[in-house]
């Protein structure tokens, strides 16, 4: 009887489904548990009874994947980006761990995490990102919806260093990706930080976003810039990024019209929300003299747009870097400098 031929991508399920966990996020949630009446004059008034007893409640989750035998682990930074949560690595229903957040770099959304167990994991190998063609056969794995384990998902590479604007994490901010594979292969809700792999069993990607309302647009990151993210928490313990300390708003000409802004270009420092401010004190930009409402027209001689955003420019700097920035304050332009400082709690 003649043996039957099996599909590759069977082999390379084997090899990667053990090393893709599911990352649990929990949280102390206070819970309404019913209602009191209270007096209230003549009337009565219904007050919530809540329940603060301090358990933790499980309020998301995502995907990730080991990628040393100690129980390394990489995902993506919006998916523990909440600084109040715990989480747990599961990596079969038998094992579960708390895990420990070392590093997050939210400008290309990775995070390297770690867990703690008596004995040897399974992981993946990492491959190399540079060397992807495009048409290549990928697999993208994950746990959608933290639920439905080792699911995978085949397609090729559609395309190759994309440019997004994606929104996530628990306050859905606003973040610019860069240099992003683009494949068709179905990447859903809760398979973020999922691996992108190739047909030799090799993480070449970070399952990372897809386009709400398009059909087979998704994007990962590459595997290499999750390399160099690993030789700094490997030497320091800690990423090294440089840091500004402003909240800002890009402009656009909608932006620039509705508020009546001489300028349709550049970043306009302001808060978020009520209380937190738009210059962080003792930040570099504080230590800099800018402030909220000021606009920065350019930083480094790189002018600042929706095409080449101020997070891409800071990519490209380092610690120490001194840069000159063009600003506009008060309907007066003028020249400021910044040294670039450490990053804290990356």
């Given at each position: ?25 929990s ?66 229903p ?67 260093s ?23 292969a ?31 647009l ?49 970043a ?14 003792g ?38 870097d001194e ?13 400021l ?10």
């Open positions: 009887m003649a043996s039957r031929s099996l599909s590759p991508i069977i082999s390379v399920a084997k090899k990667v489904c053990p090393a893709v966990i599911t990352i649990v996020v949280k102390d949630v206070s819970r309404v548990e019913g209602f009191y009446f209270v007096p209230l004059g003549d009337r009565q008034t219904v007050v919530p009874k809540i329940n603060d007893s301090g358990e933790k409640t499980k309020i998301g989750g995502g995907s990730g994947f080991i990628i040393s035998p100690d129980g390394y682990i990489l995902t993506c930074s919006h998916v523990v980006d909440d600084t109040d949560a715990s989480y747990t690595a599961i990596v079969d038998e094992h579960k761990y708390e895990c420990q957040v070392l590093a997050k770099d939210p400008l290309i959304d990775l995070a390297i995490l770690k867990i703690n167990a008596r004995q040897k994991l399974p992981c993946l190998k990492m491959g190399d990102s540079e060397a992807i063609q495009l048409g290549e056969s990928v697999l993208a794995v994950g746990n959608p919806m933290g639920e439905f384990d080792d699911t995978l998902s085949a397609g090729i590479v559609s395309g190759l994309r440019k997004i604007t994606a929104y996530g994490g628990s306050k859905m901010q606003e973040t610019s990706l860069r240099g992003l594979i683009q494949t068709d179905a990447i859903n809700p809760g398979n973020s930080g999922g691996p992108l792999v190739n047909m030799r069993a090799q993480a070449i990607g970070v399952n990372t976003a897809t386009v709400m309302g398009a059909q087979n998704c994007f990962a990151i590459p595997v290499n810039y999750a390399k160099k993210m690993m030789e700094e928490v490997l030497k320091y313990g800690k990423l090294k990024r440089p840091f500004m300390g402003i909240r800002y708003v890009i402009l656009n000409p909608e932006i620039a019209q509705a508020n009546k802004l001489p300028v349709d270009y550049g306009l420092i302001v808060r978020e929300t009520f209380g937190e401010p738009a210059v962080i004190p930040s570099a930009a504080d230590l800099a003299g800018l402030k909220e409402y000021d606009i920065i027209l350019e930083f480094g001689g790189q002018k600042i747009s929706h095409e080449r955003l101020l997070t891409d420019i800071l990519q490209d700097c380092k610690i120490g840069i000159p920035m063009t600003v506009l304050r008060d309907g007066k332009i003028f020249k400098g910044i040294r670039l400082l450490e990053r804290k709690n990356c």
